[in-house]
């Protein structure tokens, strides 16, 4: 399994935009992914730019998929216009 915690920090004036994003990939990737078993958008209480995904797959081939998706890379391509600092992921490993 993969788990991983995805930061996503809006620039100033773009985090209704950010949002909707988030939104509707929430959608895409629930619809479309079986091998996807947690995506879960959370907005942090001490910043309301601050986007974090806590996200769960299957396995790496699952993960791959996710990120080769066309509706993931179209919101990728957005990250630059409304993004403040690069996306950060922090991959997990469960304690045993």
Known sequence: MITLI????????KEQLLYE?????????R??????LMY??????????EIIFVEKYEDQ??????????YFKAFAAKFDQLLAE???LK??????
Request: hydrophobic share 35%.
């Open 91 to 96: 991959f997990l490993k469960e304690l045993e």
């Open 86 to 88: 690069p996306l950060h």
């Open 6 to 13: 995805a930061t996503l920090k809006a620039k100033p004036g």
């Open 61 to 70: 081939v699952a993960f791959d998929l996710h990120t080769t998706t066309t």
């Open 21 to 29: 994003e988030c939104a509707n990939i929430v959608k895409l990737v």
């Open 40 to 49: 879960e958008p959370h907005i942090s209480v001490e910043d309301n730019k």
């Open 31 to 36: 619809t479309n992914e079986p091998g996807c």
